[in-house]
């Protein structure tokens, strides 16, 4: 396990946090498919927070993404490294998911998050923050739909409509199990909302959510939990 302090020059407040997401939004690059589904190394990223000891644990767990087995994995913990604001949540997390990433002893491949992309009030979410620092391919599978609408897609497992702000697509709702709650999925960073989707089909063979995702909770929490007994630094 990693351990992270915050970074040097690190945004404190939301004004700062807001100019970095304005520049770093205009190199998200959204005209690349990607790697196709079913292929390569597919790595899932999450967080867990502890705020009463102020600790964030991040893990990172590659799979192959043809057999879904474990090919790596790694983890981080350090401080919180920004208050709570909705919109901002990337600012959070960021320094320990990057610690993660690189102490892989592999190639991540195409980056899978528990959060959105596109999906997001200043269409900046986390997999496209993370896309952008890592240059890495990068989607957002979340659980809820934030503040988009959607019409409910059809019963059956690959059903998907348009996630809208007012016009806009910035994702799509996607069943990834027959007659079950939809994901919410949306692009990060080099990869077409359509291969997003297919990625977030190919991870889903047997629950709800992508299987990076479950990898990445159960492992981010027992990181968070032996991190509890250890002593980080205060800065």
Known sequence: ?????????????????????????????LDEPGPPPGTGHVTGVDVAYDDERDLVAAAAVVLDAAGLTVVAEATAVGRISFPYVPGLLAFREIPTVLAALETLPCPPGLVVCDGYGLAHPRRFGLAGHLGVLTGLPTIGVAKNPFTFS??????????????????????RALRTRHGVKPVYVSVGHRVSLDNACGHTLALTPAYRLPETTRRADALCRRALQEATTRQLPTS
């Open 1 to 29: 396990m990693t351990t992270v302090r915050i970074p040097a020059g690190w945004p404190a407040t939301e004004e700062e946090a807001r100019a970095v997401q304005d520049e770093l939004r205009a190199r998200v690059v």
């Open 150 to 171: 959607y019409e409910e897609p059809a019963a059956a497992r690959g059903s998907a409509s348009p996630l809208l702000a007012d016009t806009e697509e910035v994702g």
